[in-house]
């Protein structure tokens, strides 16, 4: 499975970016796809993620509110809407995918990986 992530950019605290992550490939329905995050210095974080056939979601607890995950079957892509992003929400954003589909939280559980996407909030 190949993971390519985008749209990221700069954005002024309270907007909002919306990310894809188009997957190619070896792809199948019975696959989760999640987001994660990662600031230079700290670990990469779990943001949100899931389940490709249920549309069964799953987020960071501090996102709640703020993100939603979604997906595309005829385009065979998964969203990340970021709405009131805040100075913090600034980090490397990668989206990755893992079969079978239940959801975790764990990035270790996630075998397949985009390249990651810049997300930069100003104050």
């Known amino acids: 499975v190949q993971l390519q992530a985008s749209g990221g950019g700069l954005v002024q605290a309270g907007g909002s970016l919306r990310l894809s992550c188009a997957a190619s490939?070896?792809?199948?329905?019975?696959?989760?796809v999640g987001w994660f995050r990662q600031v230079p210095g700290k670990e990469r974080e779990f943001v949100a993620a899931?389940?490709?056939?249920?549309?069964?979601?799953d987020y960071a607890d501090s996102l709640k509110g703020r993100f939603t995950i979604s997906r595309d079957i005829s385009k065979n892509t998964v969203y990340l809407q970021m709405n009131s992003l805040r100075p913090e929400d600034t980090a490397v954003y990668y989206c990755?995918?893992?079969?079978?589909?239940?959801?975790?939280?764990?990035?270790?559980?996630?075998?397949?990986w985009g390249q990651g996407t810049l997300v930069t909030v100003s104050s």
């Open positions: 990755a995918a893992r079969l079978p589909s239940t959801i975790v939280r764990a990035r270790s559980a996630y075998p397949y």
């Open positions: 490939g070896r792809t199948s329905s019975n696959y989760a």
């Open positions: 899931i389940k490709w056939m249920t549309t069964f979601t």
